[in-house]
Nanobody
């Protein structure tokens, strides 16, 4: 019954910014641990950013200083602000939620629910 619906992303040039949004059908779920993952063609889904129940955040090394994960309770949304985009950021991005884990989940297996994915393409 609870769904995660993504929007944002699209086409960008290197150095540009994009913001991804993940809206939860049940706003109370925004208090759980949530994260962002991405998957490039032919690659495994990889960790990008996570936010814990406490509000603490974690990022994969390649996006530290460029990406910011946050919650927007007014819009019932998980956000990923992506600055200084690079061609290597090109992938399908997925938001995820865990109902049982309260920490900073970096593994796909930690999460129970996923958004539908949204394409981010960055050109040189």
């Amino acid at each position: 019954q609870v769904q995660l619906v993504q929007s944002g992303g699209g086409l960008a040039q290197a150095g540009d910014s994009l913001r991804l949004s993940c809206v939860a059908s049940d706003p109370s779920w925004l208090t759980y641990a949530m994260g962002w993952f991405r998957q490039a063609p032919g690659q495994e889904r990889e960790f990008v950013a996570a936010i814990a129940w406490s509000g603490n955040t974690d990022y994969t090394d390649s996006v530290k200083g460029r990406f910011t994960i946050s919650r927007d309770h007014y819009r019932n949304a998980l956000l990923l602000q992506m600055n200084s985009l690079e061609p290597e950021d090109t992938a399908v991005y997925y938001c995820a939620l865990s109902r049982t884990y309260y920490g900073l989940g970096t593994d796909v297996g930690r999460y129970d629910f996923w958004g539908q994915g949204t394409q981010v393409t960055v050109s040189s």
